[in-house]
């Protein structure tokens, strides 16, 4: 199983903008899919973006417009820019691979903070 590492975090004013960034263990071309998650205080985790090995993108609605999901396959790392950040963004941000039509297991997240 490929072991992610998340970073990029931080606290920023609404308005502003953050890069995350999701470093794989290993060689991220075959896996199926990748995506960011996100858990806010007394919520539930949900998704925020997916991309698939061939480069197909899916937004939560909330984000769409403003974040921006990208795979690097030669670095083996994921991005996630977040543009227009919202105090409503404010959560702890968590990457995952899906292989085998399972999502794998969850890391230590990044926290992103955004003041208004």
């Known amino acids: 199983q490929v072991q992610l590492v998340e970073s990029g975090g931080g606290s920023v004013q609404a308005g502003g903008s953050l890069r995350l960034s999701c470093l794989a263990s290993r060689n991220i071309f075959s896996i199926e899919a990748m995506g960011w998650f996100r858990q806010a205080p007394g919520k539930q985790r949900e998704s925020v973006a997916i991309?698939?090995?061939?480069?197909?993108?899916n937004y939560a609605d909330s984000v769409k417009g403003r974040f921006t999901i990208s795979r690097d396959n030669a670095k083996n790392t994921m991005y996630l820019q977040m543009n227009s950040l919202k105090p409503e963004d404010t959560a702890v941000y968590y990457c995952n691979a899906k292989s085998s039509r399972l999502w794998g297991s969850w890391g230590q997240g990044t926290q992103v903070t955004v003041s208004s």
């Open positions: 991309i698939s090995n061939g480069g197909i993108t």
